[in-house]
């Protein structure tokens, strides 16, 4: 006979906003495979249901071992730590980021975008959207960016996950977006909006909305040419040329393809920051 599970509470009294956070708290407390019966106890209203409360599950990175059992407007569910990353989202988020599936490296280190040589962080920074690196609490406290990914099964290489799983995840991402209604949406890499959404969809503002918010979607490689990058920057000549000395600043010797990369990363970061400056 298996032993049951342990018995948690998470967010007695708070917020529903706030449940995000705090079992992105209890994923990090736990180990992989480590199963519990947690106990959802936020402030009761509309915004509360028990669909709400299996998405957020799913975003704290555990699978549901069962449905959700409901007690007046508390809600239990049986579910399993799994290896993967939290979301961390909340209310009146500037930007929400939209990745693929963890990698086993930001996994292991509950960080997205976490592995020495990925080009977020940098070109985020460089940008001006985040200030403290590799620190997704502090960008969100502080900067208003949420991070979350579409399906929550780590693998080593995105093109492991199906179709399916894009589906259910884009469904969620959508809940989620709806719900928290963050100025603007940016998708890392095209697969999973093609996969669900268009499948010829080329980087860029999308013309379908996610939850009534604005999407962009970045393109992880990038063909292009420094010159035509910064031709197309949606944003005034002196800040192209800030991010091109960003840019030179940056590289030390690296290919001209992660060089071109980095600088389409920084392209998008520093627009999606003056549009968000505009909206305030």
């Not at 007695?12 to 705090?22: D, F, K, N, T, Y």
Request: glycine residues 8%; proline residues 6%.
């Amino acid at each position: 006979m298996s032993p049951l599970p342990s018995r948690r509470e998470v967010g007695i009294g708070r917020p529903v906003s706030e449940l995000p956070l705090a079992l992105a708290d209890l994923h990090l407390s736990l180990s992989t495979n480590d199963r519990l019966a947690c106990w959802l106890k936020p402030l009761p209203g509309p915004e509360w249901t028990p669909e709400r409360a299996t998405d957020l599950v799913i975003g704290a990175g555990f699978t549901p071992a069962g449905s959700a059992i409901v007690e007046h407007a508390d809600v239990m569910l049986d579910m399993i730590r799994i290896h993967s990353l939290p979301d961390i989202v909340a209310a009146q988020m500037r930007l929400l980021i939209v990745g693929l599936n963890p990698s086993p490296y930001s996994a292991d280190h509950s960080i997205g975008y976490a592995r020495p040589g990925n080009r977020f962080w940098p070109a985020a920074l460089a940008a001006g959207i985040v200030s403290v690196d590799r620190d997704p609490r502090h960008a969100l406290q502080h900067h208003g960016l949420g991070m979350t990914d579409l399906v929550r099964r780590t693998t080593q290489r995105a093109d492991e996950l199906d179709r399916a799983e894009f589906v259910s995840g884009f469904e969620r991402v959508e809940r989620l977006t709806a719900w928290l209604k963050p100025q603007a949406v940016c998708f890392v890499g095209l697969g999973g909006w093609r996969a669900v959404v268009d499948r010829k969809a080329s980087s860029g503002v999308q013309d379908r909305t996610l939850g009534d918010r604005p999407v962009y979607d970045q393109w992880l490689k990038c063909p292009l040419s420094v010159g035509r990058l910064g031709r197309t920057l949606s944003c005034s000549r002196r800040t192209c040329r800030q991010s091109l000395i960003a840019l030179e600043a940056s590289y030390h010797g690296g290919r001209k393809f992660f060089r071109c990369r980095w600088f389409l990363w920084v392209r998008t970061f520093i627009v999606f920051d003056k549009l968000m400056t505009n909206r305030r």
